[in-house]
């Protein structure tokens, strides 16, 4: 089976802020696409989008959501405010992500209604000290594994294989102005990012580079994907030879 161990926070670059909400201090400015296929990193200087994700729920893995950050505030040193500290050093904190489902929105509110935890949670971060000025590249399971298989099983009972329907996964980043952060007084919101995320049986799993083009009789490995994930990229046994 695949193995699903990937780092929350890939590449991770300096950020800052000024006053948190109303002055946008930390924007997501894209989902950045994957630099190398196969390779689970993240450049935080990347200016090409990933216009959407792609999970193949036949392997029943989560999918890894790639974003970039960036500070929006000028830069404040300790001497302009007589604390000893820069004051709009931030730390990350956590993401807060909602599943929604337009093609068929009464399969994210069965699940809802089954566990609300499957299509909307929390996904703490590690908690850097990030200085102003720069960018962040960070990693965030947008669909756990629990989820992956309950959209699974829910997909196919209605749907069947041949579904192919797309999840939007709706993220807001959270951090704290470091040395105030007492309560919601150093809290900083990133206005919510939406990023689509096309969900199908099959569609990135490949033969092709084995031989004959014949899968392995009782193959259960499988390489490919991104970040340990059957995600964005084909997915093939792992007795056979990479994809070109």
Same mark, same amino acid.
């Given at each position: 089976?695949?193995?699903?161990?990937?780092?929350?926070?890939?590449?991770?670059?300096?950020?800052?802020?000024?006053?948190?909400?109303?002055?946008?201090?930390?924007?997501?400015?894209?989902?950045?696409?994957?630099?190398?296929?196969?390779?689970?990193? $993240?450049?935080?200087?990347?200016?090409?989008?990933?216009?959407? %994700? $792609?999970?193949?729920?036949?392997? %029943?893995?989560?999918?890894?959501?790639?974003?970039?950050?960036?500070?929006?505030?000028?830069e404040?040193?300790?001497?302009?405010?007589?604390?000893?500290?820069?004051?709009?050093?931030?730390?990350?904190?956590?993401?807060?992500?909602?599943?929604?489902?337009?093609?068929?929105?009464?399969? $994210?509110?069965?699940?809802?209604?089954?566990?609300?935890?499957?299509?909307?949670?929390?996904?703490?971060?590690?908690?850097?000290?990030?200085?102003?000025g720069?960018?962040?590249?960070?990693?965030?399971?947008?669909i756990?594994?629990?989820?992956?298989?309950?959209?699974?099983d829910?997909?196919?009972?209605?749907? %069947?294989?041949?579904?192919?329907?797309?999840?939007?996964?709706?993220?807001?980043?959270?951090?704290?102005?470091?040395?105030?952060?007492?309560?919601?007084?150093?809290?900083?919101?990133?206005?919510?990012?939406?990023?689509?995320?096309?969900?199908?049986?099959?569609?990135?799993?490949?033969?092709?580079?084995?031989?004959?083009?014949?899968?392995?009789?009782?193959?259960?490995?499988?390489? %490919?994907? $991104?970040?340990?994930?059957?995600?964005d990229?084909?997915?093939?046994?792992?007795?056979?030879?990479?994809?070109?």
């Amino acid at each position: 089976m695949m193995k699903f161990n990937f780092p929350l926070i890939a590449t991770l670059a300096v950020l800052g802020t000024a006053c948190a909400d109303n002055q946008e201090s930390l924007i997501v400015l894209l989902a950045p696409a994957w630099d190398t296929p196969g390779e689970c990193l $993240i450049q935080a200087s990347s200016e090409i989008s990933l216009p959407y %994700g $792609i999970l193949d729920l036949s392997y %029943g893995t989560p999918y890894a959501m790639p974003a970039i950050l960036l500070n929006n505030a000028a830069e404040q040193g300790a001497n302009d405010n007589n604390s000893g500290v820069v004051s709009n050093e931030i730390q990350l904190l956590d993401a807060d992500v909602d599943l929604t489902m337009a093609q068929a929105p009464d399969i $994210i509110d069965d699940l809802r209604a089954t566990n609300g935890g499957l299509v909307s949670f929390n996904v703490p971060l590690s908690q850097n000290s990030l200085l102003p000025g720069a960018s962040a590249g960070v990693l965030v399971e947008v669909i756990p594994q629990q989820t992956s298989a309950a959209l699974a099983d829910a997909i196919m009972a209605q749907f %069947g294989p041949e579904a192919k329907l797309t999840v939007e996964a709706h993220v807001q980043f959270h951090a704290s102005r470091s040395g105030n952060n007492i309560g919601k007084l150093g809290g900083i919101d990133a206005r919510e990012f939406s990023f689509p995320i096309s969900v199908c049986f099959g569609c990135l799993g490949s033969c092709a580079t084995c031989p004959a083009a014949m899968c392995p009789v009782g193959n259960s490995e499988w390489a %490919g994907g $991104i970040c340990g994930n059957a995600q964005d990229f084909t997915v093939y046994p792992a007795a056979c030879d990479p994809p070109g």
